[in-house]
């Protein structure tokens, strides 16, 4: 697997370390235990398909990525930064 | 037909003439009791326990493909007792038990081989940590011996014990641990509950699941629409579309499990050996064969195939913890969709929707489950009451946090279990 990095451009995913799924961008905002702790901490959609999910350039650049890419074939159809994500 | 040594020697003499197709090949009925989604080992332990325990054999297994063409056909074979946390101690020592009477219960030949595990570690916190793992065994009524690295030695003498990146201190070393032939065990279960009238129904796919004010009425299939009373979803790596066709969200991420193999050699590694500090375990088949993973490669997948960055990580783990490996050439390497749940702990419960029961959540782990799980399963499903050696695995411990079972203190990261 390559993953495109826009700072670092095409580079091997052994760089790269998996940080979960994209909806760790979204953290609720209450600080006692909810429905949405439930469901941002276990519930999982975990479609088959084309999913958001989290890298790190560990081994390069150092920036968090979002990553659009699909768990059925391993395909990845683009990278953001999550910078840019969340402005 | 009954097998025994006798019938082996008999039908040799006459030909082979005699063996018979070991489960029929049923149309589906228009209806049943109970349909198990799955024909893993786990809905195929279900359904035998189902008639076998509960006498209840108006019961379909529906499985997509094949039966054992999920990850009972893919795993590594480890079977041990070795959890730690209240609720999986006594589950998996009570699975370990039903292995132990398992093929004179399925007069079947699974190749159960307890041939030992050794857990081993590489620090004085280490150490800390298998010691109170192996009392908690103890204390659960199953067998742990703690190993000083002579102790080791005498066992594994082929061990890089000086290594620099994770000198041995010793292991924590379970005889009663072992493996068992995968596909025996699912043949093993499919035979025992088609003899006593479970239909096996293969290249039968559920694609629904029909629902009426809260009561399940049955489910589509590719073969068409079948009524049951009762509906179990057994589907391991797929748990979450099928439960989805339920509309149930569940704790679940799916993701890839690598396994290696080498060419067969002679006899060389006779108990089974996890490196976890590289992560790599290792054990060796019966045809021969170095049969080795590791850890997940870390990302959802369904493709039944992971990266080779991972395949590197883990034969270099090897290579680090027994160099004589390095001879050897590797076969095969696969992968299996693996169901993930956010604490590593399995889930045995009903649904909020009656009749509806789920099976899942096992993780990289369940194949040591298999006979448990189905008898736990069965036992909630045929009384609605959850079976004394399986009263933790609720759905619910998610949605309340409380009483979580997380063996390994990983927190809720479902890639980190
Ligand atoms: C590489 C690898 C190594 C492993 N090593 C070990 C080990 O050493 N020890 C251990 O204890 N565990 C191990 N495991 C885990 C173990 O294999 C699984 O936890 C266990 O097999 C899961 O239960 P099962 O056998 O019922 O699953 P499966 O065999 O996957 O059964 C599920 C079945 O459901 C079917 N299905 C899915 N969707 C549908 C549908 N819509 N309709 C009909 N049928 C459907 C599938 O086709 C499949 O046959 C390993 C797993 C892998 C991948
Ligand atoms: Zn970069």
Redesign the pocket.
């Given at each position: 697997m390559h993953i495109n990095c826009p700072h670092c451009g095409d580079r091997d995913q052994r760089e790269f370390s998996i940080r979960g799924h994209g909806t760790g961008l979204s953290r609720p905002k209450g600080e006692t235990w909810s429905d949405d702790w439930n469901d941002f901490l276990h519930i999982r959609d975990n479609l088959a398909g084309r999913i958001q999910e989290l890298w790190h350039h560990g081994g390069g650049c150092g920036a968090w990525l979002v990553v659009d890419r699909s768990n059925v074939t391993h395909e990845i159809f683009g990278t953001r930064l999550v910078s840019e994500v969340r402005s | 037909m009954r097998y025994s040594g006798l019938q082996v020697l008999w039908q040799g003499l006459t030909g082979n003439k005699g063996w018979a197709p070991v489960w029929r090949e049923p149309e589906p009925k228009p209806e049943y009791d109970i349909i198990i989604?799955?024909?893993?080992?786990?809905?195929l332990a279900t359904a035998y326990y189902l008639a076998r325990e509960h006498g209840l054999t108006n019961v379909a297994v529906?499985?997509?493909?094949y039966l054992?063409?999920?990850?009972?056909?893919?795993?590594?074979?480890?079977?041990r007792a070795n959890y730690v946390l209240p609720g999986n101690s006594e589950f998996y020592s009570h699975s370990m038990k039903l292995w132990e009477g398992l093929e004179a219960d399925l007069n079947y030949n699974i190749m159960h081989s307890q041939r030992g595990i050794v857990n081993l570690f590489h620090s004085d916190g280490q150490r800390d940590a298998y010691a109170r793992r192996g009392n908690a065994m103890i204390n659960q009524g199953d067998d742990a011996i703690l190993l000083d690295r002579e102790g080791c030695r005498k066992m594994l003498p082929y061990l890089d014990y000086e290594q620099t990146r994770f000198p041995i201190y010793g292991g924590l070393y379970h005889p009663r641990g072992g493996t068992a032939r995968h596909d025996a065990v699912t043949w093993g279960f499919a035979r025992g509950a088609d003899q006593r009238g479970v239909d096996l129904i293969q290249n039968?796919?559920?694609?629904g699941i029909d629902i009426e004010n809260g009561v399940v009425r049955g489910v589509q299939t590719s073969r068409g629409a079948i009524r049951a009373k009762k509906v179990g979803i057994?589907?391991?790596?797929?748990s979450s579309?099928?439960a989805a066709m339920a509309g149930m969200r569940l704790p679940v991420e799916s993701h890839v499990?690598?396994?290696f193999v080498t060419e067969g050699l002679k006899p060389v590694i006779d108990t089974v050996v996890t490196y976890g500090m590289g992560h790599f375990y290792i054990s060796q088949s019966d045809k021969g064969g170095l049969v080795f993973?590791g850890d997940l490669d870390g990302y959802s997948s369904y493709a039944a195939r992971g990266n080779l960055s991972m395949a590197e990580h883990v034969i270099e783990a090897g290579m680090t913890l027994m160099p004589m490996i390095g001879k050897a050439r590797m076969l095969r390497s696969?992968?299996?969709i693996?169901d993930m749940s956010a604490d590593g702990s399995p889930i045995i419960d009903k649904t909020h929707i009656d009749g509806l029961y789920f099976n899942g959540g096992?993780?990289?782990?369940?194949?040591?489950?298999?006979p448990a799980s189905g008898h736990c399963f069965a036992h909630l499903m045929a009384t609605d009451r959850p079976h004394n050696a399986a009263t933790r695995h609720r759905l619910d411990r998610f949605t309340t946090g409380r009483r979580l079972l997380d063996e390994e203190a990983a927190g809720s990261q479902h890639n980190l279990h």
């Open positions: - | 989604i799955g024909g893993g080992g786990h809905g529906l499985e997509k493909g054992g063409g999920g990850n009972v056909g893919r795993n590594t074979t480890i079977v039968c796919e559920v694609t057994v589907v391991a790596g797929r579309q099928v499990l690598q396994a993973g696969w992968g299996g693996v096992w993780c990289y782990g369940g194949f040591k489950a298999t």
